[in-house]
């Protein structure tokens, strides 16, 4: 940034910026940073020995076995759909395109309480769909199977929103010259789409893991909250807070908060790498 | 066209009518199966139970006083929720965006962790700090001030779960701001204050508004976090998420979906407002 072009901006003079600098820094340690430090605050509070008691409680265990399978079915459910239908979006011109583009956004609008019930009115006992399956004996909801499918309904447009201002930016002419030069769809696909979209179809698969692993409303909605069988992490997050566990709840919050820590690093690697992308002759300069 | 520039075989392929990329026939069957069961089919389980009831029973539930005072509750802390996050949000964004100070890579990073941050964690956590002995609890209690257990709460945690909408979406708009309009307001020695409001708000508002909406509608249907800070008294603290949820555990399934039903469709109402605005403001932007 030059320094001459700040002479005639708006904003520079040393009190309006520090004032405005000090301001922000304040909200995001008040609202953002203490809050993170008072879960690991709380879930130390009782001390390292009990800690490893709350953790490897049998029930938290189950909690976070169930958790982790929920995610391991979610995240490759909506990874593939979200590649589908950003390519489809992105690569062809269709009537009901934009339809498709706003259908998507519909579990960002729709309250997770909803979702749930949705699904439980579907496929719980009372419904069309349930009481039919019902009598085949497969029972969806207040069981596993149940979670998964509201989670990936809540997180099906996260890759999806990754991958399409990016691959509308990107545009059709590199894959066109391939498709040109007899390369096929699968090979088109390794060879030229998945390079330019890594980073981009990394993030996504990240941020739909970490809400498949804290998903709350939806779940809890369609769980039953048996523990031990149809209690996820952040379902006995909340069992342990109603029963004044309060360490006990904090340890269990403490390793989702890990996780969102995580996707946020993530994150930043990710635009990190999109940057060096965007100009790699200047980078590779930088780097002889 | 750009077209006539590439190779003749390009030119020939991108002709109207004619596909060049494979997979559209797959990835069009992939995403319309995947959107019509995971997204479009529960839809049905909601209308079948709501078309159990007459109107006069539907209008009873809908109306009934506590669901309508829920209401209530639930639009003025959004409403109030989306404002607090509008302004802190511009601030955020303006402070990120202008200027270079140590640590700025951080809070950027940071400022995500309300969408990573399962909800449950951020309920338990904001309840914690607010709570009578927690650190914000007993600073606001020495000035009078309760948050917790009062609709303050929850206003407090839905301004925390929507913080970065308003960030994220002016961030981008206000780092493409061609700076010529200010240079020239500033040069003919416009006040600060004059070129903010006469230059570069009507560039952003459209984009703070797109951000202010989407946290609305976000706080709208937001439950985790809210149900452990707000104390959920009938008439006072109950949002209308946790009203359904309520309605469900009383086995009331009409009830239940009868509401969800005016959730829901006020939820679709909004998303596809925001999503005709945004691709009117963007044609706009395009047209200049």
Redesign the interface.
């Known amino acids: 940034?030059s320094k001459s072009?700040s002479?005639?901006?708006?904003?520079d003079?040393p009190w309006?910026?520090w004032s405005?600098?000090g301001?922000?820094?304040a909200?995001?340690l008040l609202?953002?940073?203490?809050?993170?430090i008072?879960?690991f605050a709380?879930a130390f509070s009782a001390g390292t020995e009990s800690l490893w008691v709350n953790l490897t409680d049998t029930y938290t265990l189950s909690a976070i076995g169930l958790t982790l399978l929920v995610a391991a079915m979610t995240v490759p459910i909506n990874l593939?759909?979200g590649v589908?239908?950003a390519?489809?979006v992105t690569?062809?011109e269709?009537p009901g395109r934009?339809l498709?583009?706003?259908?998507?956004?519909?579990?960002?609008?729709?309250?997770?309480?909803?979702?749930g019930?949705?699904?439980?009115?579907?496929?719980g006992s009372?419904?069309?769909?349930g009481s039919w399956l019902m009598d085949q004996d497969i029972q969806l909801m207040f069981a596993w199977p149940g979670i998964v499918?509201v989670t990936?309904?809540v997180t099906?447009p996260f890759v999806a929103r990754e991958l399409i201002p990016l691959m509308q930016q990107q545009g059709?002419?590199e894959?066109?010259?391939a498709?040109?030069l007899g390369a096929?769809?699968w090979q088109?696909f390794r060879k030229v789409t998945l390079p330019n979209i890594q980073w981009a179809l990394l993030y996504g698969v990240v941020?739909t893991n970490?809400r498949a692993?804290?998903?709350?409303?939806a779940v809890?909605?369609v769980s039953g909250n048996i523990r031990g069988e149809t209690n996820t992490?952040?379902?006995h997050?909340?069992l342990l807070?109603q029963d004044y566990n309060?360490a006990g709840?904090?340890t269990s919050?403490s390793l989702?908060?890990g996780?969102?820590?995580l996707?946020?690093?993530v994150?930043?690697f990710v635009e990190w790498r999109q940057a060096r992308q965007r100009a790699p002759e200047s980078d590779q300069a930088d780097s002889l | 066209m750009r077209a006539s520039l590439a190779s003749p075989a390009l030119a020939r392929n991108n002709k109207p009518g004619k596909r060049v990329l494979p997979g559209f026939a797959l990835s069009l069957g992939v995403s319309l199966l995947f959107i019509g069961l995971v997204l479009l089919l529960p839809l049905t389980g909601l209308v079948m139970q709501a078309a159990d009831m007459s109107w006069v029973q539907y209008w009873a539930v809908i109306s009934d006083e506590r669901v309508v005072a829920s209401y209530r509750v639930t639009l003025w802390a959004a409403a109030i929720a989306s404002v607090f996050n509008g302004v802190v949000g511009l601030l955020l964004a303006w402070v990120l965006v202008r200027y270079e100070f140590w640590g700025k890579r951080v809070v950027d990073a940071l400022m995500d962790l309300p969408f990573a941050l399962p909800t449950a964690v951020a309920g338990i956590t904001l309840a914690a700090l607010f709570s009578e002995g927690g650190w914000y609890g007993q600073l606001l209690a020495a000035v009078g001030i309760k948050v917790a257990f009062t609709p303050l709460g929850i206003i407090v945690a839905m301004s925390f779960t929507s913080l970065p909408f308003v960030v994220r979406t002016v961030q981008p708009v206000l780092e493409d701001l061609a700076p010529e309009d200010e240079e020239a307001a500033v040069s003919m020695g416009a006040s600060d204050w004059t070129v903010f409001h006469r230059v570069l708000f009507p560039a952003l508002w459209p984009a703070l508004l797109t951000g202010v909406a989407l946290s609305f509608t976000r706080s709208l249907g937001e439950f985790g976090a809210v149900i452990f800070i707000a104390g959920n008294m009938p008439y006072v603290s109950e949002i209308t998420s946790l009203m359904i949820f309520v309605r469900l555990q009383e086995y009331d399934y009409a009830a239940a979906s009868a509401i969800a039903s005016v959730v829901l469709i006020a939820s679709l109402v909004l998303l596809l407002a925001i999503n005709l605005w945004q691709a009117r403001y963007l044609r706009r932007l395009h047209g200049r």
């Open positions: 940034m072009k002479t005639l901006r708006i904003g003079q309006v910026k405005l600098i301001s922000a820094l909200l995001v609202l953002l940073v203490v809050p993170l008072l879960i709380q593939v759909f589908f239908l390519w489809l690569r062809f269709f934009k498709l583009i706003t259908l998507i956004d519909i579990p960002f609008a729709v309250s997770p309480v909803v979702a019930l949705l699904y439980l009115l579907l496929y009372n419904g069309w769909l499918m990936v309904f099906c059709r002419e894959e066109e010259a498709v040109v096929s769809g088109l941020l970490a692993v804290g998903e709350f409303g809890s909605v992490l952040p379902l997050v909340e807070y309060v709840a904090f919050a989702l908060a996780i969102a820590l996707t946020l690093l994150k930043s």
